[in-house]
């Protein structure tokens, strides 16, 4: 299928910038962009504030004034290397007010300053903290859910295998689950499609330039998790994009779920490239991701 007219369109705007290579660019450079090409939100909600989860910066979200909501706490994409609450402004913004229920967007540490498992680690201790405070959030703890985009979805599944708190479900956008970068579709969408095969080299490299994890390691790469793991893992929503290298690791990951007995539903925008779920502002199909992922977790939520 051909790329989606509104993506191929906002592809050659891209172009336009002659932005340098990802994998030529320092870390803070590229962060520098990624912050500089984000819009302010125009969505209003109920209530936003900047929170301290015990040592991890936080954003949280709130629709409405009611003290039982469920929670989604969302890890933002970037490649574990950039990203921040801020460029996921709208798109968690979005999400609350689609979902009826909070948002705690987490601000976890960057490498390659802070390798894994450090990131890891700052969103368990944020979603634990959320968790023990759930009642002073006007959040009820037995009604949250892990979320997040890319490398933000790849930290969701990682911490929904290990359940540090009960969780009653897991939202993944085109998630890292396979940190070998061996699957067809970096050979079919490694060029020309925004993230390349040779940008996610880079992301890798900086995440695991600790020496402590591999690209094999579950806790990297949960499609390496065993089937037990799985099996216990709460139920599922994996969205994937047509012309994306992560587009096989997120469904072969759904698929082992699936396989493991766990309800997950699988949805793969044809036409779509990586990171289609932030640009809702120019993309009707990121507008249709937002509304759909927040409907299946406002569903495990209220269940």
């Known amino acids: 299928m051909a790329l989606h007219p509104q993506t191929a369109a906002l ?29 302010p ?12 989860a015990d040592g991890v910066p936080a954003r949280l979200y ?36 689609s979902m009826g229920h909070a948002v ?10 802070f390798a894994f ?3 890891l680690n700052d969103c368990i201790v944020a979603l634990r903290w959320a968790h023990a405070h759930a009642s002073e959030l006007g959040i009820d703890a037995s009604r949250i859910a892990v979320g997040g985009d890319s490398a933000g979805g790849n930290l969701a599944a990682v911490v929904a295998n290990l359940q540090p708190v009960p969780l009653k479900f897991q939202m993944l956008i085109y998630p890292v689950t396979d940190a070998t970068r061996s699957s067809q579709s970096y050979k079919d969408n490694g060029e020309g499609y ?7 080299k880079w992301f890798c490299d900086h995440y ?25 893992a709460p139920p599922a929503i994996v969205i994937t994009a047509e012309y994306d290298p992560l587009r096989d690791e997120g469904e072969q990951y759904a698929h082992r779920l699936i396989d493991a007995g766990v309800a997950c539903s699988l949805t793969r925008y044809y036409g779509q490239v990586h990171g289609f779920f932030s640009m809702s502002h120019f993309v009707d199909d990121g507008a249709s991701a937002i509304t759909q992922a927040a409907t299946a977790t406002r569903i495990a939520l209220e269940r």
């Not at 050659?12 to 984000?38: H, I, K, W």
């Not at 939100?41 to 929170?51: G, Y």
């Open 194 to 200: 925004r993230l390349t095969a040779a940008g996610m």
């Open 117 to 119: 498992p450090e990131p």
């Open 41 to 52: 939100s125009a969505v209003q909600l109920h209530e936003i504030r900047d929170l301290d």
């Open 104 to 113: 705690l967007s987490v601000d976890y540490r960057l490498a390659p300053e």
């Open 208 to 232: 695991l330039s600790g020496s402590i994890g591999t690209p094999t390691d579950p806790r990297v790469s949960p499609l390496f998790a065993d089937a037990p793991t799985l099996a216990s």
């Open 62 to 97: 709130r629709p409405n004034d009611r003290k039982d909501l469920g929670l989604l706490v969302y890890y933002h994409g970037g490649g574990w290397v950039c990203g921040s609450i801020n460029t996921h402004d709208d798109v968690c913004r979005k999400l609350a007010q």
């Open 11 to 39: 592809l050659v705007v891209m172009e336009q910038f002659n932005a340098p290579a990802l994998e030529t660019q320092e870390p803070t450079v590229a962060r520098a962009g990624m912050e500089m090409m984000t819009a």
